[in-house]
């Protein structure tokens, strides 16, 4: 089963580029990359000022029935769903869809000072963190493993960059 | 699997149930919702929840009256209220009336998350956690810390004698030998092991970087500082810090840390609330403390805090017998990770890296495994495919061999040996004229005999 990922409003293409060349290394599955007709405006909170993410998948559910896999939108947009403050992604546990957001991955929002490398792994986390949970898995107790909740980015930087052993036995064709 | 932790989710908004529903769903609890006070009255008589999360302003029976109802069922039930604008008043009302707590609509998701586990952690319902968490145990062991030499044996016992006290310890060892990994092996054994180890590099950051790091900023606390970040020493509440290169903070970080150490609380940078945190402190370093202290550039008694506990790691020269077990499970992680078909290492291959000195320790042998399987043609590692340029002269270097001269000779003997002692050829690959050649072999009066 290939694994998509949807560009929305996301123009980092290096980021995009390493991403791509980091899931392949880690997937037996083929990663592509196609465009979603989604106009972000028409989910955007003005009260917010950050887009409804939860909207966003109903709308990607529409537009991607043709679709055999699992589709991962990446987006640099600041998503919420109502209650939370923000969230970095949202997913469908075992289902199709997920959204990412790398805005609040982005270390000049806390340091003040751009790192691109930390970019990445942070990317990279929450992306197979996302997709976790569209084979089914839930939030693990494990510290190093990709999938231990992380409501902040401190979370993110602390757990670890890989699925456990118990987590990694539900993802199909991931190498390690 | 032990058992989920039932949450009831009352809300007269569809929207605001789903999200709730999926954000606990994800997180592992059974997630209900209500879409009134009325109907979570009755889910709540027929089942029982471990804990409620209840709107306060709902059209019919307000989420105060459920609490008040809700208590006189079960008068220790746990409810989290929601309201839409914070408010004195409200938040008096709501534990007057035996709310836990309150959340003011949106909330930071780390704030839920804390709330809803603290709420949960009282009533000591984290035991059935603590017995699925004993099921996995496995699964959290540093599973990459290789040896089972006799000194390996004797690092492995100290870690499990030290880990189930909660005594400060500090691990020397060089570069490469894996100071980390036995750190984790000390707070995956120790009662901490639930909680998370937070590693920081002090050698890598500035003094104002690592002040920010392991203390954590307020929100606009500096240019840049567009959100609030805890820092490492908050992350390690309940579990343990590791300060690796102990040896290179400043003198006032050192002054910081034998504080923050000995109080175990403190300020985020450019805030006021005093953080205090329940942390295990491990450190490391490959440097001579004791002589720093001497000589005035490590703090005296920041160094009898940190050094209660010692565990030195050899370096993989002085045990060669792991090397054949660290290089199969190098072999392993990588063929697996590159999709190549290397099993095993060739009896030259092996030769070579158990005679090799081994200046970047384990660290540097995996590198080389790396690199041989990037480069390597066959199943096996061949003695051609590790990365060192000395490599096809099959030049080791063994404990005897420290001085550059002996190293010189020793290099000039074997590269004689392998070429029958042709002088013109060897003075090519050696990349030297034929009558320095003659002057080495001179002054080190080597001879055909020699090995």
Same mark, same amino acid.
């Given at each position: 089963?290939?694994?998509?990922?949807?560009?929305?409003?996301?123009?980092?293409?290096?980021?995009?580029?390493?991403?791509?060349?980091?899931?392949?290394?880690?997937?037996?599955?083929?990663?592509?990359?196609?465009?979603?007709?989604?106009?972000?405006?028409?989910?955007?909170?003005?009260?917010?000022?950050?887009?409804?993410?939860?909207?966003?998948?109903?709308?990607?559910?529409?537009?991607?029935?043709?679709?055999?896999?699992?589709?991962?939108?990446?987006?640099?947009?600041?998503?919420?769903?109502?209650?939370?403050?923000?969230?970095?992604?949202?997913?469908?546990?075992?289902?199709?869809?997920?959204?990412?957001?790398?805005?609040?991955?982005?270390?000049?929002?806390?340091?003040?000072?751009?790192?691109?490398?930390?970019?990445?792994?942070?990317?990279?986390?929450?992306?197979?963190?996302?997709?976790?949970?569209?084979?089914?898995?839930?939030?693990?107790?494990?510290?190093?493993?990709?999938?231990?909740?992380?409501?902040?980015?401190?979370?993110?930087?602390?757990?670890?960059?890989?699925?456990?052993?118990?987590?990694?036995?539900?993802?199909?064709?991931?190498?390690? | 699997?032990?058992?989920?932790?039932?949450?009831?989710?009352?809300?007269?908004?569809?929207?605001?149930?789903?999200?709730?529903?999926?954000?606990?769903?994800?997180?592992?609890?059974?997630?209900?919702?209500?879409?009134?006070?009325?109907?979570?009255?009755?889910?709540?008589?027929?089942?029982?929840?471990?804990?409620?999360?209840?709107?306060?302003?709902?059209?019919?029976?307000?989420?105060?009256?459920?609490?008040?109802?809700?208590?006189?069922?079960?008068?220790?039930?746990?409810?989290?209220?929601?309201?839409?604008?914070?408010?004195?008043?409200?938040?008096?009302?709501?534990?007057?009336?035996?709310?836990?707590?309150?959340?003011?609509?949106?909330?930071?998701?780390?704030?839920?998350?804390?709330?809803?586990?603290?709420?949960?952690?009282?009533?000591?319902?984290?035991?059935?956690?603590?017995?699925?968490?004993?099921?996995?145990?496995?699964?959290?062991?540093?599973?990459?810390?290789?040896? =089972?030499?006799?000194?390996?044996? &004797?690092?492995? #016992?100290?870690? @499990?004698?030290?880990?189930?006290?909660? *005594?400060? /310890? !500090?691990?020397?060892?060089?570069?490469?030998?894996?100071?980390?990994?036995?750190?984790?092996?000390?707070?995956?054994?120790?009662?901490?092991?639930?909680?998370?180890?937070?590693?920081?590099?002090?050698?890598?950051?500035?003094?104002?970087?690592?002040?920010?790091?392991?203390?954590?900023?307020?929100?606009?606390?500096?240019?840049?500082?567009?959100?609030?970040?805890?820092?490492?020493?908050?992350?390690?509440?309940?579990?343990?810090?590791?300060?690796?290169?102990?040896?290179?903070?400043?003198?006032?970080?050192?002054?910081?840390?034998?504080?923050?150490?000995?109080?175990?609380?403190?300020?985020?940078?450019?805030?006021?609330?005093?953080?205090?945190?329940?942390?295990?402190?491990?450190?490391?370093?490959?440097?001579?403390?004791? =002589?720093?202290?001497?000589?005035? &550039?490590?703090? #005296?008694?920041? @160094?009898?805090?940190?050094?209660?506990? *010692?565990? /030195? !790691?050899?370096?993989?020269?002085?045990?060669?017998?792991?090397?054949?077990?660290?290089?199969?499970?190098?072999?392993?992680?990588?063929?697996?990770?590159?999709?190549?078909?290397?099993?095993?290492?060739?009896?030259?291959?092996?030769?070579?890296?158990?005679?090799?000195?081994?200046?970047?320790?384990?660290?540097?042998?995996?590198?080389?495994?790396?690199?041989?399987?990037?480069?390597?043609?066959?199943?096996?590692?061949?003695?051609?495919?590790?990365?060192?340029?000395?490599?096809?002269?099959?030049?080791?270097?063994?404990?005897?061999?420290?001085?550059?001269?002996?190293?010189?000779?020793?290099?000039?003997?074997?590269?004689?040996?392998?070429?029958?002692?042709?002088?013109?050829?060897?003075?090519?690959?050696?990349?030297?004229?034929?009558?320095?050649?003659?002057? &080495?072999?001179?002054?080190?009066?080597?001879?055909?005999?020699?090995?």
């Amino acid at each position: 089963m290939d694994i998509y990922l949807a560009p929305l409003r996301f123009y980092n293409t290096l980021l995009l580029q390493n991403l791509i060349t980091e899931l392949s290394k880690r997937f037996s599955a083929k990663i592509r990359v196609i465009d979603l007709d989604i106009n972000l405006d028409d989910f955007f909170s003005i009260d917010r000022k950050q887009y409804f993410s939860t909207q966003i998948i109903a709308e990607a559910i529409k537009l991607t029935d043709n679709i055999d896999g699992k589709v991962i939108m990446l987006t640099d947009v600041d998503i919420f769903v109502p209650v939370l403050t923000f969230i970095f992604g949202e997913a469908q546990l075992n289902g199709k869809h997920a959204l990412l957001s790398v805005c609040r991955l982005h270390e000049e929002f806390y340091s003040g000072i751009s790192n691109d490398n930390l970019l990445l792994e942070r990317t990279i986390k929450e992306f197979l963190h996302e997709l976790g949970h569209c084979y089914g898995l839930r939030h693990c107790i494990d510290w190093d493993c990709v999938m231990h909740s992380s409501p902040g980015i401190e979370e993110v930087d602390i757990k670890g960059s890989s699925f456990c052993r118990n987590c990694i036995s539900k993802i199909e064709g991931y190498k390690y | 699997m032990g058992k989920r932790e039932k949450i009831l989710i009352v809300d007269d908004e569809k929207i605001v149930r789903e999200s709730l529903y999926h954000w606990f769903e994800e997180d592992n609890y059974e997630v209900d919702t209500a879409e009134d006070g009325e109907t979570a009255l009755q889910k709540y008589e027929k089942g029982k929840y471990d804990i409620l999360l209840v709107d306060m302003k709902m059209p019919g029976m307000s989420g105060l009256d459920l609490l008040t109802k809700v208590k006189e069922i079960d008068k220790d039930a746990l409810v989290i209220l929601i309201t839409a604008f914070a408010s004195v008043p409200t938040a008096i009302t709501a534990l007057k009336n035996g709310a836990f707590d309150y959340i003011t609509k949106p909330v930071d998701p780390d704030e839920l998350a804390h709330i809803v586990n603290k709420a949960l952690e009282q009533r000591a319902l984290k035991i059935e956690n603590i017995q699925l968490k004993e099921n996995i145990d496995e699964i959290i062991k540093p599973d990459n810390l290789i040896g =089972e030499s006799y000194q390996m044996r &004797k690092v492995y #016992e100290l870690v @499990y004698s030290v880990a189930i006290t909660d *005594t400060t /310890v !500090i691990i020397r060892g060089e570069s490469g030998t894996g100071k980390e990994l036995v750190a984790k092996a000390v707070h995956i054994n120790s009662s901490r092991k639930y909680f998370p180890i937070i590693t920081v590099n002090c050698g890598a950051l500035s003094e104002s970087l690592l002040e920010s790091e392991l203390f954590g900023h307020e929100k606009g606390s500096f240019t840049g500082a567009q959100f609030k970040r805890k820092g490492k020493f908050e992350m390690a509440d309940r579990g343990t810090i590791f300060l690796d290169e102990i040896g290179s903070i400043s003198p006032k970080m050192q002054v910081e840390l034998l504080r923050v150490i000995e109080k175990k609380q403190f300020n985020r940078v450019g805030g006021n609330e005093l953080i205090k945190s329940d942390f295990r402190v491990i450190t490391a370093t490959n440097e001579p403390l004791e =002589e720093l202290v001497k000589a005035g &550039k490590f703090r #005296e008694d920041l @160094y009898y805090r940190l050094n209660v506990f *010692t565990i /030195v !790691i050899p370096p993989l020269r002085e045990r060669r017998d792991d090397i054949p077990l660290l290089v199969n499970f190098f072999i392993k992680k990588f063929s697996t990770a590159m999709n190549k078909k290397v099993k095993t290492v060739s009896k030259e291959a092996l030769d070579f890296l158990m005679n090799y000195n081994w200046p970047g320790n384990v660290r540097e042998l995996e590198n080389a495994i790396e690199r041989a399987m990037v480069v390597g043609k066959s199943n096996s590692i061949m003695v051609e495919d590790l990365p060192f340029h000395l490599s096809s002269n099959n030049f080791a270097l063994n404990n005897d061999v420290k001085s550059l001269a002996a190293m010189e000779r020793k290099f000039i003997l074997n590269t004689l040996n392998e070429n029958e002692w042709n002088i013109s050829k060897t003075a090519q690959i050696l990349e030297i004229d034929r009558v320095t050649l003659y002057n &080495k072999i001179n002054k080190y009066n080597l001879s055909k005999n020699d090995y």
